[in-house]
């Protein structure tokens, strides 16, 4: 016996919005994905030049030296959209917060002998503020960069970048049993310490870089120095109830690269001048990235520590390589 | 001449709870039911006490957690670890 | 060890404005080089209260637990075909108006929110921004979606982000936000955060949410009481956001002032639009605009304005005029729009006796003296096979782009009409208030496209109406013209034989 639920002749007259169907070829259904993205941005007839930057549109490709033909072939990997990005964010802070809370009841991050904990403290705190930094660069590229696909995946990065630094802010609540001398502390290491200062010195730089591509390759770099010194070499060094909390900033890393990858390969892939451009973007940037981690990267793994900014470095070059661009 | 606050919630199952403990706890704070919605104003200055909630609740209830029941409101905003204040300076 | 814990203040500051600096290797001049070209004067950034203290980890939690029961709603309404309760096809196109001139205005707000996100020197109120610029990306999104199974069915609403670039009416929503974000960015947070999101919202919100849910439109009406609880936020914001620029210094007091003037007024004029979709397009009605206004700016504002006055901050220079207008303004862009149905995206339709009376009920002092006759006289020429449209093109005002229907106040037989002469040219406005502000800087709204100039220009695909529409991408005899004879009518009437019986059609036919 089978169920049969009569309903209603209701057809649609159309599947999809014209401009997707334009994009199509042909007016089929569409994902909330492509709906939520494609064309949404105003393109053409702006009414006033921007007061404050009148040589530009309100919206405009020439924001950057970056050319393409098309700017929504950037297809999200993970095709956020406002409702599943949140989703999925929501869903690892949980994780994050069984784990905190796992390492709170025990006190396993105040049971950590000084010197440990000094030393954790010392590389992880003042990352607070790259996080800070990192998310005011996202925040430049979802106001400048061209189409919605770019700019709305940029809007979430810089959402997880203040997440991140709000992270690293609980941890170190955690550590300090609720009191915040270490995040006191943790900012005048980020200002002064000499270890310090080449990364800050580059994060300053990068704040005044003024073409929303060459901030995202920046960044990108950075990050691809950053991320796999502190939260693998360093944290391999620390005690497990640290690399317990910083799972969140792995699976994050590994998470965004989906998408910054992407946006890289693609933008290379349309022509040789992009190209051209994002190997002497990396070249300027990437190893100033990697200069700035060794001197860190020596105080917490000791004098052979340098090696690991060094093998990050060469992995970020090949890797930029399978993506197009080569990095003299 | 004193201006009145006012927070309107959704008519959940929250949104009762939430309704019912500002009643409680605000003196002169008056209750008017719209479809799907509460509207609750009180001259000058609200507050929402998390431990009112969660007593009516059943369980932990966090002062942010009123996001998810907030339609609107009127007021400037005073949030701490175990309340919400709503209030005219 | 003996750490005092942190209060959920002292930990929210730490989490925002404690991640940022005072940069040494580059001047904030440098880093924010566009907080100071505006004239306003903040002393001490550190002043700014943060209204609501929200974490991303809280953000992300309440966000999702939103999204996830409003998708739920949105997934329900297409499943079981919920525009079959609706009560009457008419309403949709109020729906058609929403996506086609609020939707683009959300994603614009979500870009610009960004761009103060960045270039605010002040870490507190940037973490404001950034998180409202994801809000309001998720209201574009949210509205897009919902819309979307709407657009399966109804007409006008299938290429919306294209017509917001283009169509006549819909330079009125783009040229008011062009407006905004091209200005610096405390002045688009007075524009929005203030002005709009906080002292006009809900002549806006209350219009399109209360219509969908007096009307049976139930995933706009979820979307809507989603909606609001991020605009709870984006109101305390524009209200803090004003007291803080007022605090900071005297001077800046009269640089506001002319804001909330100017704001006040493109708000309005804007809002015209809605105030029409509120008296006419709604089958079901919940106030008149005249109501609306009353209760959500003469009540609501008028106690706003009291409270500002300590600031020295008065009332907005032309909020008489706005009163003064209440009894003829909808009726008035009605008009316009009955005009122009061939070259809009939406239909129009013949005013039936009951809807006549509720506006005469509604509008004692204007509406059987000076509107009903026109409806009575349009109705007759339908009847007879000759259903007006105005084939000649409207002069728009040069600012808030309106066609120049609106009369003086106190004199409805005067349209409203003043000049200004810029580089040799002259410049026509709807009203002082739009004058005022083409005045104070002419050198920007010169720039302005105008869709009918630009039409006369050949700019917009031809000379003839044919050729623009294409241009457009409006379908002829779809999306535009009389809602009689249209074929959403035939669709709905079919479907309606099924639900109702047919003595609930409305059969009129096309009077082409």
Redesign the interface.
């Known amino acids: 016996m089978t169920i049969d639920i009569k309903s209603?002749?209701?057809t649609?007259?159309?599947?999809?919005?014209?401009?997707i169907a334009r994009r199509f070829g042909t007016d089929k259904p569409a994902s909330?994905y492509e709906?939520?993205t494609f064309?949404?941005?105003?393109?053409?007839?702006?009414?006033?030049?921007?007061?404050?930057a009148p040589e530009f549109e309100?919206?405009d490709s020439a924001r950057t030296k970056i050319a393409m033909k098309d700017w929504y072939v950037f297809k999200d990997p993970r095709q956020f959209?406002?409702?599943t990005y949140?989703?999925n964010?929501?869903?690892m802070?949980?994780r994050?917060?069984s784990a905190l809370e796992f390492v709170e009841k025990r006190a396993l991050l105040?049971a950590l002998k000084p010197r440990q904990r000094q030393k954790i403290a010392f590389y992880l705190i003042p990352l607070?503020?790259f996080?800070?930094a990192a998310?005011?660069n996202s925040?430049?590229v979802?106001?400048w960069a061209y189409g919605?696909q770019i700019?709305?995946a940029a809007?979430?990065a810089?959402?997880d970048r203040?997440?991140i630094?709000?992270?690293i802010?609980?941890i170190a609540?955690a550590m300090?049993?609720?009191?915040?001398?270490l995040?006191v502390r943790g900012?005048t290491q980020?200002?002064t310490r000499p270890e310090w200062q080449p990364l800050?010195?580059l994060v300053?730089?990068v704040?005044?870089v003024r073409d929303w591509f060459e901030t995202f390759i920046a960044q990108y770099v950075m990050d691809g120095i950053v991320y796999p010194v502190v939260y693998e070499s360093f944290d391999r060094q620390a005690p497990s109830a640290l690399s317990l909390v910083t799972g969140f900033m792995r699976d994050w890393f590994a998470d965004h690269s989906r998408w910054t990858e992407l946006v890289i390969k693609v933008a290379a892939a349309e022509n040789a001048d992009n190209r051209e451009v994002f190997s002497k973007w990396c070249a300027q940037w990437l190893p100033r990235a990697a200069e700035a981690m060794r001197r860190l990267a020596k105080t917490v793994l000791g004098e052979s520590g340098d090696a690991a900014p060094t093998e990050a470095e060469a992995a970020l070059r090949a890797r930029l390589k399978t993506l197009g661009v080569s990095v003299l | 001449m004193s201006?009145d606050v006012s927070i309107t919630l959704?008519n959940t199952q929250e949104g009762a709870a939430i309704t019912e403990a500002i009643l409680a706890d605000n003196e002169g704070a008056v209750r008017r039911d719209f479809?799907?919605m509460i509207k609750i104003d009180r001259a000058s200055r609200l507050v929402i006490k998390a431990s009112s909630v969660s007593d009516r609740l059943g369980r932990q209830w966090d002062p942010?957690?009123v996001?998810?029941?907030?339609?609107?409101?009127s007021g400037?905003?005073d949030?701490?670890?175990d309340s919400l204040t709503l209030f005219?300076r | 060890?003996n750490?005092?814990?942190?209060?959920?203040?002292?930990?929210y500051i730490?989490?925002t404005r404690?991640?940022?600096?005072?940069?040494?290797?580059?001047s904030k001049e440098?880093?924010f080089?566009?907080a100071e070209?505006e004239g306003i004067k903040i002393h001490d950034w550190d002043a700014w209260e943060d209204?609501?203290?929200?974490?991303?980890?809280?953000?992300?939690?309440?966000?999702?637990?939103?999204?996830?029961k409003?998708?739920a709603v949105i997934d329900s309404v297409a499943q079981n075909?919920g525009q079959?309760g609706v009560t009457d096809a008419r309403y949709f196109n109020a729906v058609k108006l929403f996506i086609q001139g609020v939707t683009?205005l959300e994603?614009?707000a979500?870009?610009?929110f960004?761009?103060l996100?960045?270039?605010l020197p002040g870490?507190g109120l940037?973490?404001a921004a950034?998180?409202q610029?994801?809000d309001e990306?998720?209201h574009?999104?949210?509205q897009?979606?919902t819309i979307?199974h709407y657009?399966?069915?109804f007409d006008g609403?299938?290429?919306?982000?294209?017509m917001?670039?283009?169509l006549w009416y819909l330079?009125v929503p783009?040229?008011f936000f062009?407006?905004a974000?091209?200005?610096?960015p405390f002045e688009f947070m007075t524009a929005i955060s203030f002005a709009f999101e906080y002292v006009l919202t809900n002549l806006l919100f209350v219009p399109f949410m209360s219509g969908a849910?007096f009307n049976g439109d139930l995933a706009t009406?979820t979307f809507g009481?989603s909606a609001?609880?991020d605009?709870?936020?984006h109101?305390?914001l524009g209200?803090?956001a004003v007291r803080f620029m007022l605090e900071q210094d005297e001077a800046n007091v009269p640089i506001v002032q002319r804001w909330l003037d100017k704001w006040f007024w493109r708000g309005y004029r804007l809002l015209s639009l809605v105030g029409m979709m509120m008296d006419y397009m709604l089958p079901k009605k919940i106030m008149s605009w005249a109501e609306a206004w009353e209760m959500y700016y003469e009540e609501a504002g008028g106690?706003l304005f009291a409270?500002l006055a300590r600031y020295g901050i008065r009332e907005p220079k032309y909020a008489g005029v706005a009163k003064a207008e209440k009894d003829h303004l909808t009726h008035q862009v009605w008009t316009v729009f009955y005009n122009y149905t061939h070259a809009a995206a939406l239909h129009t339709w013949d005013i039936d006796d009951q809807h006549m009376d509720w506006l005469s009920e509604k509008y004692p002092n204007s509406f059987d003296r000076i509107y009903r006759p026109r409806y009575l006289a349009w109705r007759k020429q339908a009847a007879e096979g000759k259903r007006f449209y105005n084939n000649g093109l409207p002069q728009l005002c040069q600012v808030c782009q309106i066609p120049m229907a609106f009369t003086e106040p106190g004199d409805p037989s005067t349209v409203s009409f003043r000049v200004s002469e810029y580089a040799g040219d002259k410049f026509h406005t709807c009203s002082d208030g739009c004058k005022d502000i083409f005045d104070y800087e002419p050198e920007?709204?010169v720039?302005?496209?105008l869709p009918v100039h630009?039409i006369f220009q050949g700019n917009c695909g031809g000379a003839t109406i044919p050729e623009v529409l294409d241009w457009y991408?409006l379908k002829e005899g779809v999306d535009n013209l009389d809602y009689a004879g249209s074929?959403e009518q035939a669709?709905w009437n079919n479907?309606m034989v099924?639900r109702r019986g047919s003595d609930n059609l409305d059969t009129k036919t096309a009077a082409k």
Not at chain 3, 18 to 26: I, Q, T, V
Request: glycine share 4%; net charge neutral; charged share 25%.
């Open positions: 209603e002749e209701i649609p007259r159309r599947q999809t919005f014209s401009h909330r709906e939520a064309d949404v941005q105003p393109k053409v007839n702006f009414h006033y030049r921007p007061t404050y309100l919206f959209y406002y409702a949140n989703i964010r929501a869903a802070q949980q994050f917060d105040n607070r503020h996080e800070w998310n005011m925040q430049l979802a106001d919605t700019a709305s809007a979430f810089g959402a203040l997440g630094a709000q992270l802010s609980r609540l300090g049993e609720g009191g915040d001398e995040l900012k980020w200002m800050r010195r300053e730089d704040l005044i | 201006r959704q479809p799907a942010q957690e996001h998810l029941s907030l339609i609107s409101l400037s905003i949030e701490d670890d005219w | 060890m750490a005092k814990k942190l209060t959920l203040k002292q930990k730490q989490s404690g991640l940022d600096w005072e940069y040494s290797y580059h440098e880093i080089p566009y070209y209204p609501f203290k929200l974490t991303m980890d809280s953000y992300w939690r309440f966000q999702a637990e939103k999204e996830r409003l998708y075909s079959l683009p994603y614009q979500h870009r610009h960004a761009h996100a960045r270039h870490a940037r973490v950034q998180m610029s994801i990306l998720r574009a999104q949210t897009i979606h979307s657009n399966k069915f609403m299938h290429d919306f982000a294209h917001h670039d283009r330079s783009k040229s062009d407006d974000t091209s200005a610096g849910a009406v009481f609001q609880s605009e709870s936020r109101m305390t209200l803090e106690a409270d920007k709204y720039q302005a496209w630009q991408h074929p669709m479907w099924g």
